[in-house]
């Protein structure tokens, strides 16, 4: 089927036709070499034995394909490049099979009579292009069928073949002169009886003149003159100027929507351009998609009896251009509002779309307001019942997002209810779209702000210091991901290419990594804190050799201060792959230390201190009791040894420090009370024998001992369960 209007039939019956051989006496007219972009498209390669390259050869071609029936062959010799090109193998056949009939009928100019050059005719020196092959006298109207020279783009080749407006004339020619088989009954002054005689201005010679004139009426406002353009014998004669009237501005308007732009394919022949599917009457002058609603505008010839012949919208088009319009018009606007208004075009939208459209943003702002701030008081007055605080934080924020989808939501519904052409509507959906994917960005951000708003209270209530600096360091790197992944995500699903994008992005992100590897890497080191959270702020830690409190965690570094009360600052990619030690984090401080006993100490004395020193330790209500060593240890170099082992009940250094002098004072006067000494770091030279330290009170203990020993009191290895205390 043809897609555009490319056919017309002949203008008028041929009265009295007079066929005749022979190209008739006129005057000479010269034509310009014509190029034409590729003459074998959609019939395939020429015969390589078809000698096209003179006139009298293409002609004899010509006759000789008739003769024998190849109408094939035959198609090759007509320029059939107003066809629409899938129709061109099946109409070419048909078309030369016409004119075979046609010249069976005539005498057509004979082979010898016409020029062997290839320049063709020479006159005065000139070529003229063109050689008549067959001459038609209608009335006082000489018809000819031409021969000419075409230069062919694509192959380079200059055949002589019959022109397009010869091809054009071909079916009405065959219909009249054959099938009629005489003069065509009496025309009628009018086709519209109720317009009266067409004026004689009008002008619809062919199918292109006939829209282009209705265009020119209807943008004009005369709906009168418009309605001449349209075949209305199906309404009564005193119906027919209103009827035409709306039916021209409905045209119009479906015109103006579907084909805003001229008709410059269809045809300028008054014949017009065969088409396979129509009556060579007709030429379709629009076939279009729209909407899924198929469009198929026609136009027909008709005779007038003053001799004109006139191209005007009827039939069918006609018939179901109401239905059309209910489905595809511009509804009551298109009935009520000038014309100009419609036929007023900048960027493919109409002066009236434009207006619309500016009203209905204005319209869309004020809905998104209002929509915004009553879907966060519904959602807010349910978020009332909940028992999360979390939540009444966090709705008022998606004010802005959802006005901003409710925006979007409404320019999309625009592009349908203003009826915009493909192109614009296209535009209006995918700026939707990517204010809607903004609107879902956005909100996923304030979800962002809510969260850290209310983590920041929870750290805020547990003075957390670490959770504190955390959050808005988490805050500045999920933002900008999620800004640029729905930005990424946005543009594609606007139609543009991401990829070269995500590829910059990726060559970008490795130069920004080699370029900031330290930087990168302290980023990442304070994520690892953040979720690791070996320390808070306010923790005395000890990285490496380094000690102190800390003060401050950053995106970059942790600052610590010493006890001299100098500020260290550690990068966080370093600290994160060091040992970190927590003193801060410790539940009990242990308290260990050995006492030095001198040699002159007797065993029984080292056994009553042992005793006395657990009982101490054990009553003492700061030395936790779920472990505590006390032993004599072994004979050093010097003195015997007795290891202390101990743990106290506190995280706090400065208490832990008043605990450890209170014990170790305790024991020194354990020591006294024992008369133990403790040993020096030193050696004795005894030059003399003398008297071991008080010997009386070494027997006195010996005595105690043994008889402690003996009732079982003593508390070694281990004190008895029922006597330690609980």
């Given at each position: 089927m043809l897609r555009g209007p490319r056919r017309s039939w002949l203008t008028g019956a041929l009265l009295g036709g007079l066929l005749c051989g022979g190209?008739?006496?006129e005057e000479v007219q010269y034509l310009e070499d014509k190029l034409e972009p590729d003459l074998s498209a959609g019939l395939g390669p020429a015969p390589a034995d078809l000698d096209r390259s003179t006139?009298?050869?293409?002609?004899?071609a010509v006759l000789a394909a008739c003769g024998t029936g190849s109408t094939g062959r035959g198609a090759h010799l007509l320029n059939l490049l107003q066809l629409p090109e899938p129709d061109r193998a099946t109409m070419g056949p048909v078309l030369f099979g016409q004119l075979c009939e046609l010249l069976a009928r005539a005498e057509p100019a004979a082979p010898a009579g016409l020029s062997d050059s290839e320049l063709g005719p020479l006159v005065e020196g000139r070529p003229t292009n063109h050689e008549t092959v067959l001459s038609l006298r209608d009335g006082d109207r000489l018809r000819s069928l031409w021969l000419r020279r075409y230069t062919d783009q694509r192959s380079g080749a200059r055949p002589w073949l019959l022109t397009r407006q010869s091809v054009s004339m071909l079916p009405a020619l065959h219909r009249d002169l054959l099938q009629a088989g005489g003069p065509r009954g009496e025309a009628p002054a009018a086709v519209n009886l109720g317009l009266g005689v067409p004026a004689a201005e009008l002008r619809a010679a062919n199918p292109r003149e006939a829209v282009h004139s209705f265009r020119q009426a209807w943008e004009d406002n005369d709906l009168r003159r418009a309605a001449e353009l349209l075949d209305l014998r199906a309404w009564p004669a005193e119906e027919q100027e209103g009827m035409g009237a709306e039916l021209s501005r409905r045209l119009g308007l479906l015109l103006m929507r579907a084909h805003p732009g001229p008709f410059l394919g269809l045809s300028n022949d008054p014949d017009g351009t065969p088409e396979l599917d129509l009556p060579i009457d007709e030429e379709r002058a629009l076939h279009a998609t729209l909407s899924g609603v198929t469009i198929d505008l026609r136009l027909t010839r008709h005779r007038l009896a003053d001799g004109r012949a006139l191209w005007l919208f009827g039939g069918k088009s006609l018939a179901d251009l109401d239905a059309l319009y209910e489905q595809i018009g511009f509804g009551w606007l298109g009935d009520v509002l000038p014309t100009w208004l419609?036929?007023?075009?900048?960027?493919?939208?109409?002066?009236?779309?434009?207006?619309?459209?500016?009203?209905?943003?204005?319209?869309?702002?004020?809905?998104?307001w209002l929509l915004g701030r009553l879907a966060c008081g519904a959602l807010g007055a349910v978020a009332?019942?909940?028992?999360?605080?979390?939540d009444d934080e966090l709705l008022p924020r998606f004010r802005g997002p959802i006005g901003l989808a409710v925006f979007a939501l409404c320019l999309r519904l625009m592009g349908e209810v203003l009826r915009?052409?493909?192109?614009?509507?296209?535009?209006?959906?995918?700026?939707?779209r990517f204010l809607a994917l903004l609107a879902l960005g956005w909100l996923g951000m304030r979800i962002l702000d809510g969260m850290a708003a209310s983590l920041l209270k929870v750290f805020r209530a547990r003075q957390d210091e670490l959770g504190l600096a955390?959050?808005?360091v988490g805050r500045r790197v999920l933002k900008p991901v999620l800004g640029g992944v729905v930005l990424i995500v946005a543009l594609q699903n606007v139609g543009l290419d991401v990829s070269g994008l995500l590829a910059g992005l990726g060559i970008g992100g490795l130069a920004l990594a080699l370029a900031g590897k330290t930087t990168v890497e302290n980023l990442f080191?304070?994520?690892t804190i953040a979720f690791d959270r070996p320390f808070k702020v306010g923790d005395y830690v000890q990285v490496g050799d380094l000690a102190g409190t800390v003060e401050d965690v950053g995106l970059r570094s942790t600052r610590l201060r010493t006890v001299e009360r100098t500020l260290i600052t550690i990068p966080n990619g370093q600290l994160a792959d060091s040992r970190v030690q927590n003193f801060s984090a410790r539940d009990r401080i242990r308290l260990a230390f050995t006492l030095g006993l001198r040699y002159e100490t007797s065993l029984d004395q080292v056994r009553h201190l042992v005793d006395a020193c657990k009982r101490y330790l054990l009553s003492h209500p700061r030395v936790w009791p779920g472990f505590h060593r006390v032993r004599f240890v072994g004979y050093g170099s010097s003195s015997l040894d007795m290891e202390v082992f101990v743990y106290l009940a506190t995280a706090d250094f400065q208490e832990f420090t008043g605990l450890r002098e209170e014990i170790l004072l305790e024991l020194g006067r354990l020591l006294e009370e024992a008369g133990v000494q403790l040993a020096f770091g030193s050696t004795t030279v005894y030059m003399a024998k003398d008297d071991p330290p008080a010997p009386e009170r070494a027997a006195e203990i010996g005595r105690a001992v043994q008889a402690r020993t003996e009732a079982g009191e003593l508390w070694l290895p281990e004190p008895p369960r029922a006597g330690r205390p609980p």
């Amino acid at each position: 089927m043809l897609r555009g209007p490319r056919r017309s039939w002949l203008t008028g019956a041929l009265l009295g036709g007079l066929l005749c051989g022979g190209a008739a006496a006129e005057e000479v007219q010269y034509l310009e070499d014509k190029l034409e972009p590729d003459l074998s498209a959609g019939l395939g390669p020429a015969p390589a034995d078809l000698d096209r390259s003179t006139p009298r050869r293409a002609w004899s071609a010509v006759l000789a394909a008739c003769g024998t029936g190849s109408t094939g062959r035959g198609a090759h010799l007509l320029n059939l490049l107003q066809l629409p090109e899938p129709d061109r193998a099946t109409m070419g056949p048909v078309l030369f099979g016409q004119l075979c009939e046609l010249l069976a009928r005539a005498e057509p100019a004979a082979p010898a009579g016409l020029s062997d050059s290839e320049l063709g005719p020479l006159v005065e020196g000139r070529p003229t292009n063109h050689e008549t092959v067959l001459s038609l006298r209608d009335g006082d109207r000489l018809r000819s069928l031409w021969l000419r020279r075409y230069t062919d783009q694509r192959s380079g080749a200059r055949p002589w073949l019959l022109t397009r407006q010869s091809v054009s004339m071909l079916p009405a020619l065959h219909r009249d002169l054959l099938q009629a088989g005489g003069p065509r009954g009496e025309a009628p002054a009018a086709v519209n009886l109720g317009l009266g005689v067409p004026a004689a201005e009008l002008r619809a010679a062919n199918p292109r003149e006939a829209v282009h004139s209705f265009r020119q009426a209807w943008e004009d406002n005369d709906l009168r003159r418009a309605a001449e353009l349209l075949d209305l014998r199906a309404w009564p004669a005193e119906e027919q100027e209103g009827m035409g009237a709306e039916l021209s501005r409905r045209l119009g308007l479906l015109l103006m929507r579907a084909h805003p732009g001229p008709f410059l394919g269809l045809s300028n022949d008054p014949d017009g351009t065969p088409e396979l599917d129509l009556p060579i009457d007709e030429e379709r002058a629009l076939h279009a998609t729209l909407s899924g609603v198929t469009i198929d505008l026609r136009l027909t010839r008709h005779r007038l009896a003053d001799g004109r012949a006139l191209w005007l919208f009827g039939g069918k088009s006609l018939a179901d251009l109401d239905a059309l319009y209910e489905q595809i018009g511009f509804g009551w606007l298109g009935d009520v509002l000038p014309t100009w208004l419609f036929s007023a075009v900048l960027l493919e939208m109409m002066a009236w779309q434009w207006v619309g459209l500016l009203l209905g943003m204005i319209l869309a702002l004020a809905l998104s307001w209002l929509l915004g701030r009553l879907a966060c008081g519904a959602l807010g007055a349910v978020a009332r019942w909940t028992r999360w605080a979390w939540d009444d934080e966090l709705l008022p924020r998606f004010r802005g997002p959802i006005g901003l989808a409710v925006f979007a939501l409404c320019l999309r519904l625009m592009g349908e209810v203003l009826r915009l052409a493909e192109a614009p509507e296209a535009v209006l959906a995918r700026t939707a779209r990517f204010l809607a994917l903004l609107a879902l960005g956005w909100l996923g951000m304030r979800i962002l702000d809510g969260m850290a708003a209310s983590l920041l209270k929870v750290f805020r209530a547990r003075q957390d210091e670490l959770g504190l600096a955390m959050i808005p360091v988490g805050r500045r790197v999920l933002k900008p991901v999620l800004g640029g992944v729905v930005l990424i995500v946005a543009l594609q699903n606007v139609g543009l290419d991401v990829s070269g994008l995500l590829a910059g992005l990726g060559i970008g992100g490795l130069a920004l990594a080699l370029a900031g590897k330290t930087t990168v890497e302290n980023l990442f080191g304070s994520l690892t804190i953040a979720f690791d959270r070996p320390f808070k702020v306010g923790d005395y830690v000890q990285v490496g050799d380094l000690a102190g409190t800390v003060e401050d965690v950053g995106l970059r570094s942790t600052r610590l201060r010493t006890v001299e009360r100098t500020l260290i600052t550690i990068p966080n990619g370093q600290l994160a792959d060091s040992r970190v030690q927590n003193f801060s984090a410790r539940d009990r401080i242990r308290l260990a230390f050995t006492l030095g006993l001198r040699y002159e100490t007797s065993l029984d004395q080292v056994r009553h201190l042992v005793d006395a020193c657990k009982r101490y330790l054990l009553s003492h209500p700061r030395v936790w009791p779920g472990f505590h060593r006390v032993r004599f240890v072994g004979y050093g170099s010097s003195s015997l040894d007795m290891e202390v082992f101990v743990y106290l009940a506190t995280a706090d250094f400065q208490e832990f420090t008043g605990l450890r002098e209170e014990i170790l004072l305790e024991l020194g006067r354990l020591l006294e009370e024992a008369g133990v000494q403790l040993a020096f770091g030193s050696t004795t030279v005894y030059m003399a024998k003398d008297d071991p330290p008080a010997p009386e009170r070494a027997a006195e203990i010996g005595r105690a001992v043994q008889a402690r020993t003996e009732a079982g009191e003593l508390w070694l290895p281990e004190p008895p369960r029922a006597g330690r205390p609980p």
